[in-house]
C-alpha cells in the first residue's frame, strides 16, 4: 500500500476540493483550472491556513538541520566572518538546537547591548557559538574561532512539496498537485473554518471541530519520555521529584526542623 493511499500526505486540489463540496461548492476536476469565485478564495485561504499553521506549533514533519562552518573574513586578517546566511525555507530556529560539534555547551543568543560589548571589547570565542540573528543572516559574535563547526535544528517554512521532488519547497500552493506537508485533516478543518468566516457564516461548530483536531494532532506530534516519579531504576537515574528539587522543609516529615 502506498503512502498516497493512506492519506499521509493529500495534494492541494484533493483538500481545496473536498473542502469545497462541504461548504456547498459543485465537485470540479482542478480547482486550480476554475474561474469560480469561490474555488479562488479557498486557493487563497489555503496558502494563508497553511502559513498560519508554521506559528501554532513546532510540528516534527516540517524540522530541518542546518550546519556552516565559520571561515577568516576576506577583508580583515585572522578576524573570523561573522555573517552567514540562512536556508532559504528558514522559519525559524528550534531553541536551544545548536551546537559546536565536538563542544559540551550550546550555542547562546545573545542581546544587541551584549553584542555591542562583544564587538568593542577584545575577547576570543572558542569554546561555544554566541549568536544573533539579523536581516536574515545569523551572526556569530566578533571574537568566534575560525573553523567551527556549527550546526543546528530549525523549523522549514516548505509546507509545499512537489510529487517526486525531494528539492522543491514552498510555502504557497499553485498546482492542483502541489503535495500540502501539513496534516490533511488539521489543514482541512482549518480551511473549513476560514471560508465560512470569510463569506460571513457562523464558524462556531467548524471553531471546534480545528480546535479538536489541532489539540490530537500537537499531542501525538512527537515522542516523549516516561516520567519516573520513583527510585532509579534499570533504565537509568532520571526521576520526577527527589531531593535535588523539591528541598527538604521539615513539614510532614520527620526529617529537618520546622
Request: aromatic residues 10%; charged residues 15%.
Amino acid at each position: 500500500m502506498s503512502l498516497q493511499a493512506l492519506n499521509r500526505y493529500q495534494s492541494a486540489g484533493t483538500l481545496i476540493t473536498n473542502v469545497g463540496v462541504e461548504v456547498g461548492l459543485p465537485k470540479i476536476g482542478d480547482p486550480f483550472a476554475t474561474t469560480d469565485p469561490q474555488y479562488i478564495r479557498l486557493i487563497t485561504l489555503m496558502n494563508t491556513a497553511g502559513n498560519e499553521l508554521l506559528d501554532l506549533y513546532p510540528w516534527c514533519r516540517l524540522q530541518n538541520r542546518y550546519a556552516f562552518v565559520t571561515v577568516a573574513d576576506p577583508l580583515a586578517l585572522n578576524t573570523c566572518q561573522l555573517d552567514y546566511p540562512l536556508p532559504e525555507d528558514w522559519n525559524a530556529m528550534l531553541d536551544q538546537t545548536m551546537w559546536k560539534k565536538g563542544g559540551l555547551y550550546p550555542g547562546f543568543p545573545i542581546s544587541i547591548q551584549s553584542w555591542q560589548y562583544l564587538a568593542n571589547v577584545q575577547a576570543a570565542i572558542t569554546i561555544q557559538v554566541i549568536f544573533m540573528e539579523r536581516m536574515g543572516l545569523i551572526s556569530v559574535a566578533p571574537g568566534t574561532a575560525i573553523g567551527l563547526s556549527v550546526n543546528m535544528m530549525y523549523e522549514s517554512r516548505g509546507w509545499v512539496r512537489q510529487p517526486n521532488n525531494l528539492t522543491y519547497l514552498a510555502d504557497n500552493v499553485q498546482d492542483t498537485a502541489d503535495i500540502v506537508v501539513h496534516d490533511p485533516l488539521m489543514i482541512s478543518r482549518y480551511l473549513k473554518m476560514k471560508f465560512l468566516e470569510a463569506v460571513g457564516f457562523d464558524t462556531q461548530k467548524a471553531t471546534d471541530d480545528f480546535n479538536l483536531v489541532l489539540e490530537n494532532r500537537m499531542s501525538k506530534d512527537r515522542s516523549a519520555p516516561i516520567l519516573n516519579t520513583g527510585r532509579p531504576g534499570a533504565i537509568g537515574p532520571y526521576r520526577l521529584i527527589d531531593g535535588f528539587n523539591a528541598p527538604q522543609t521539615g513539614f510532614g516529615g520527620s526529617g529537618g526542623a520546622p
